[in-house]
Every structure is written in structure tokens, then in C-alpha cells.
């Protein structure tokens, strides 16, 4: 079974920045479009950006322009770039096939954006 291991949250000023890191234990990065999700304290997990095997990209209205998703087939690794942090963007960040997720999901990793 594949795992999938998130990592890079933390507590960061509004207008900051994080690269959160996900490690899939297989070569699924070859194979299916992944995403990273996010869910806040009270909402849903919603998807924010996902990376198709070819490499085309596709964002949520609330991070576009903001966030940058890519990924590396070597490592099997999947980046979350995300800059100009709003305190809105505060929840826990995880990543999963896109679509309907395909494995566990892993324990995510917390981002907070708080002055």
C-alpha cells in the first residue's frame, strides 16, 4: 500500500512563505494527476492545486497566483510553493491522488498564517 508523508508546515507571518514536501513510498507520480488538499478548523477538505503527469497545473481560485504545485518523479515527491500567505489559508495540508483519493491519507501537515 502506498503512503503518502507530508511535511514543511509551520507557523508563518501573513505575506510569508512555505514549501510543504509530500513522499509517496511508490512511483505514483508517473501514473496519476495528485493534489494537494487542505482543511480548515469546522470546513471540508478542498482541493487547492493538483499537477497532472505531463506537468500542467491547475489552481483554486483562492491560491492562484500564489501557490505553485510541482513535482519530482525521481524522489517520487509532490512541492506545494505558496506565497503572499493569508491567515485564510490556515488548515492542514494534504496530498492524495486527485479526483477520488486512491490511498490513505497521510497526517497532513499544519500550516498556520497568524501575526
Known amino acids: 500500500q502506498v503512503q503518502l508523508v507530508e511535511s514543511g508546515g509551520g507557523l508563518v507571518q501573513p505575506g510569508g512563505s512555505l514549501r510543504l514536501s509530500c513522499a509517496a513510498s511508490?512511483?505514483?507520480?508517473?501514473?496519476?494527476?495528485m493534489g494537494w488538499y487542505r482543511q480548515a478548523p469546522g470546513k471540508q477538505r478542498e482541493l487547492v492545486a493538483a499537477i497532472t503527469r505531463g506537468g500542467s497545473t491547475n489552481y483554486a481560485d483562492s491560491v492562484k497566483g500564489r501557490f505553485a504545485i510541482s513535482g519530482d518523479n525521481a524522489k517520487n515527491t509532490v512541492y506545494l510553493q505558496m506565497n503572499s500567505l493569508k491567515p485564510e489559508d490556515t488548515a492542514v495540508y494534504y496530498c492524495?491522488?486527485?479526483?477520488?483519493?486512491?490511498?490513505?491519507w497521510g497526517q497532513g501537515t499544519q500550516v498556520t498564517v497568524s501575526s
Open positions: 511508490g512511483s505514483i507520480l508517473r501514473i496519476y494527476t
Open positions: 492524495n491522488t486527485d479526483g477520488i483519493p486512491k490511498y490513505p
